[in-house]
């Protein structure tokens, strides 16, 4: 019986040990992700993606809305679809300053 005798002292230590692993193997909260989404989502509406690109920006605004919704209760699903919306606004970005720049060279031409 003496060999399994456990101190409340080894038995704390133990738990807070295995907390601690528990706390760091959990996924982190996808708030840069998030972030990076709404400024690029800030950048393309800028660039006038709501003109030039509006189903573009609007799939990364709704991409976004979603992983909102989902970063507390699944957070890789939450992530993955900020990095998507992210994409979404990149390419409304790229889409309205291809406009701005035809339209520079249109008017360049004359």
């Not at 992700?33 to 800028?46: P, V």
């Not at 409304?92 to 520079?104: G, L, M, N, P, S």
Request: glycine share 4%.
């Amino acid at each position: 019986m003496g060999r399994y005798r456990v101190s409340t002292l080894q038995a704390a230590a133990l738990c807070s040990v295995l907390g601690a692993v528990g706390c760091a193997s959990a996924p982190p909260a996808p708030l840069t992700d998030l972030a990076l989404a709404r400024t690029a989502i800030d950048q393309a509406e800028h660039a006038g993606a709501a003109r030039t690109a509006p189903e573009e920006l609007s799939s990364a605004r709704q991409r976004l809305s979603d992983a909102e919704r989902l970063q507390r209760s699944d957070p890789d699903m939450a992530r993955t679809r900020a990095r998507e919306a992210q994409s979404d606004a990149h390419l409304a970005q790229a889409i309205a300053e291809d406009a701005r720049t035809q339209v520079a060279l249109s008017l360049a031409r004359r």
